[in-house]
């Protein structure tokens, strides 16, 4: 049978270890961890919303300049969880790779398209010797024509699965048990739910309040099939909702 | 293929001449979801567990069984994005021999150009092999066919077999099981029964996948309304 792992580069690039694994991959999701920040996503009946933590370190920081949610095309958005530079480079190419689908094919790139693109890049870097895994998990949402409402998420081995609600980062697991419980009899949330139970969703994991300037919201509608960021005044409305609510 | 500064193969001998990192690979898939096929008189049944990390994935958005050409289909134990990545290359190998010989393309010529590009990750340069292992069930001239391509590239014919964490268990089941007159629908109902046999929880027509070709020579995923009437039957 095999002795040791060989030259012990199992840890180094992205070959197999002695039980099959590959290492490189697996502390790639715990540099995603190592952001310190958790995000949620939720999908609910013609919506979906996206919800990540604004860590500002500094307060000399210009913070509209930090933001981890990015438009990809004008009703396609990527939210991405772990490091920052390994995001924008992703957001980059993932914008690049839309925009000429568009122009090849004559309509826009779907989400669960997009998605797959991505998820395929991250499995090259897992084969790869050449070029790390990305330290990012990405959430990719947008309204589909014939699909509804959609929210995909991708990881650093290249897997990618489409969600009625999921998390990343530093807090995942809690996040995930917290939505399973509210998610459980499939329930079909309105805009206005799918947002607060987003919201809350972080709130009830980190155990904290936010204040509308702490957090970044992204959401698509069917009404308004635009990704967009909500403003500091909506996330307020809802925060308020929220607190009432309780 | 050999990527730039890796001119190295990283698959390479040990000293008493195994390569250590195809071992791993099949491990693996050892670890992977168990999938097993099995090959009837008048077609072939592939199949495989789906369990999925939570209830919160949305289980539609997930295939793990795809078809290559319209008379071959394919199921895989191990990592699923190796797996996608097998499905795109072999797909545009079976258009482009159709594209020079105006045939669609043999199940052993596809399977044999599938095997090939997993040896070459076991040798090319800055590569590592492929964590999966492919079951081929395909219907063509020759009548139906099941081949099973390992992460080194070998493959082999098989009347039934199995792949994954459950694979022995399942092996020595589908072995008991298994006479060469055996009609489809007979085989699907088998296979349900190994799926069964290993499987953690309660097995529903949501968390399995299950694929056949029949005579008609057109290779079908089956809907969860119909792989609940199976079930229902072997109940």
Same mark, same amino acid.
């Given at each position: 049978?095999?002795?040791?792992?060989?030259?012990?580069?199992?840890?180094?690039?992205?070959?197999?270890?002695?039980?099959?694994?590959l290492?490189?991959?697996?502390?790639?999701?715990?540099?995603?961890?190592?952001?310190?920040?958790?995000?949620?996503?939720?999908?609910?009946?013609?919506s979906?919303?996206?919800?990540?933590?604004?860590?500002?370190?500094?307060?000399?920081?210009?913070?509209?300049?930090?933001t981890?949610?990015?438009?990809?095309?004008?009703y396609t958005?990527?939210?991405?969880?772990g490091?920052?530079?390994?995001?924008?480079?992703?957001?980059?190419?993932?914008?690049?790779?839309?925009?000429e689908?568009?122009?090849?094919?004559?309509?826009?790139?779907p989400?669960?398209?997009?998605a797959?693109?991505i998820?395929?890049?991250a499995?090259?870097?897992?084969?790869h010797?050449?070029?790390?895994?990305l330290g990012?998990?990405?959430?990719v949402?947008?309204?589909?024509?014939?699909?509804?409402?959609?929210?995909?998420?991708?990881?650093?081995?290249g897997?990618?699965?489409?969600?009625?609600a999921?998390?990343?980062?530093?807090?995942?697991?809690?996040?995930?048990?917290?939505?399973?419980?509210?998610?459980?009899?499939?329930?079909?949330?309105?805009?206005?739910?799918?947002?607060?139970?987003?919201?809350?969703?972080?709130?009830?994991?980190?155990?904290e309040?936010?204040?509308?300037t702490?957090i970044?919201?992204?959401?698509?509608?069917?009404?308004?099939?635009?990704?967009?960021?909500?403003?500091?005044?909506?996330i307020?409305?809802?925060?308020?909702?929220?607190s009432?609510?309780? | 293929?050999g990527?730039?500064?890796?001119?190295?193969s990283?698959?390479?001998?040990?000293?008493?001449?195994?390569l250590?990192?195809?071992?791993?690979?099949?491990?693996?898939?050892?670890?992977?979801?168990t999938?097993?096929?099995?090959?009837?008189?008048?077609?072939?049944?592939?199949?495989?567990?789906?369990?999925?990390?939570?209830?919160?994935?949305d289980e539609?958005?997930v295939?793990?069984?795809?078809?290559?050409?319209?008379?071959i289909?394919?199921?895989?134990?191990?990592?699923g994005?190796?797996?996608?990545?097998?499905?795109?290359?072999?797909?545009?190998?079976?258009?482009?021999?159709?594209?020079l010989?105006?045939?669609?393309?043999?199940?052993?010529?596809?399977?044999r150009?599938?095997?090939a590009?997993?040896? /070459?990750?076991?040798?090319?340069?800055?590569v %590592?092999? *492929?964590?999966v292992?492919?079951?081929?069930?395909?219907? !063509?001239d020759?009548g139906?066919?099941?081949y099973?391509?390992?992460?080194?590239?070998?493959?082999f014919?098989?009347?039934?077999?199995?792949?994954?964490?459950?694979?022995?268990?399942?092996?020595?089941?589908?072995?008991?099981?298994?006479t060469?007159?055996?009609?489809?629908?007979d085989?699907?109902?088998?296979?349900?029964?190994?799926?069964k046999?290993?499987y953690?929880?309660?097995?529903?027509?949501?968390?399995? /996948?299950i694929?056949?070709?029949r005579?008609? %020579?057109e *290779?079908?995923v089956?809907?969860?309304?119909?792989?609940k !009437?199976?079930?229902?039957e072997?109940?």
């Amino acid at each position: 049978m095999s002795r040791g792992s060989g030259a012990g580069y199992d840890r180094h690039i992205t070959i197999f270890s002695p039980e099959g694994r590959l290492y490189q991959v697996e502390y790639a999701f715990k540099a995603v961890k190592s952001s310190g920040v958790t995000s949620i996503g939720v999908r609910g009946k013609d919506s979906v919303c996206v919800v990540t933590q604004k860590k500002v370190p500094d307060k000399l920081l210009d913070d509209t300049s930090i933001t981890h949610l990015f438009p990809i095309t004008k009703y396609t958005g990527l939210l991405a969880t772990g490091l920052t530079a390994d995001a924008r480079s992703l957001v980059s190419q993932a914008r690049n790779e839309a925009a000429e689908f568009r122009k090849k094919w004559g309509y826009e790139m779907p989400v669960d398209v997009l998605a797959k693109w991505i998820a395929d890049k991250a499995q090259i870097y897992t084969q790869h010797a050449y070029m790390r895994p990305l330290g990012v998990v990405a959430m990719v949402l947008g309204y589909d024509e014939e699909k509804n409402a959609q929210l995909f998420k991708c990881d650093p081995a290249g897997h990618f699965f489409g969600h009625k609600a999921t998390s990343a980062g530093l807090k995942e697991q809690e996040a995930i048990n917290f939505l399973e419980k509210k998610m459980k009899d499939s329930p079909q949330f309105t805009y206005d739910e799918t947002v607060q139970i987003a919201i809350s969703a972080l709130q009830s994991v980190l155990q904290e309040d936010f204040k509308a300037t702490e957090i970044e919201v992204g959401v698509v509608r069917k009404e308004d099939r635009v990704f967009r960021a909500l403003k500091t005044e909506e996330i307020d409305q809802h925060l308020t909702a929220i607190s009432e609510r309780d | 293929m050999g990527d730039s500064q890796y001119s190295f193969s990283l698959t390479t001998f040990s000293p008493s001449g195994k390569l250590v990192q195809i071992e791993h690979a099949l491990t693996a898939v050892g670890s992977g979801q168990t999938s097993l096929g099995i090959k009837a008189a008048n077609g072939v049944v592939i199949a495989t567990e789906k369990k999925l990390p939570s209830i919160l994935v949305d289980e539609t958005s997930v295939q793990k069984i795809q078809s290559l050409t319209p008379n071959i289909g394919v199921v895989y134990s191990g990592m699923g994005p190796d797996f996608r990545v097998l499905v795109r290359k072999s797909r545009k190998q079976a258009q482009q021999y159709y594209q020079l010989y105006k045939e669609t393309i043999p199940v052993t010529q596809l399977v044999r150009e599938t095997a090939a590009v997993m040896q /070459e990750f076991t040798q090319s340069g800055g590569v %590592r092999p *492929f964590g999966v292992s492919l079951l081929i069930a395909g219907y !063509d001239d020759n009548g139906p066919q099941l081949y099973q391509v390992d992460p080194s590239g070998s493959y082999f014919s098989w009347k039934a077999s199995a792949m994954g964490k459950n694979v022995s268990n399942a092996k020595t089941f589908l072995e008991k099981r298994y006479t060469e007159d055996m009609e489809l629908d007979d085989a699907i109902h088998t296979a349900i029964l190994t799926l069964k046999e290993g499987y953690e929880g309660q097995i529903s027509a949501n968390n399995i /996948e299950i694929g056949v070709i029949r005579a008609d %020579r057109e *290779f079908k995923v089956l809907t969860p309304a119909e792989i609940k !009437d199976f079930l229902e039957e072997v109940e």
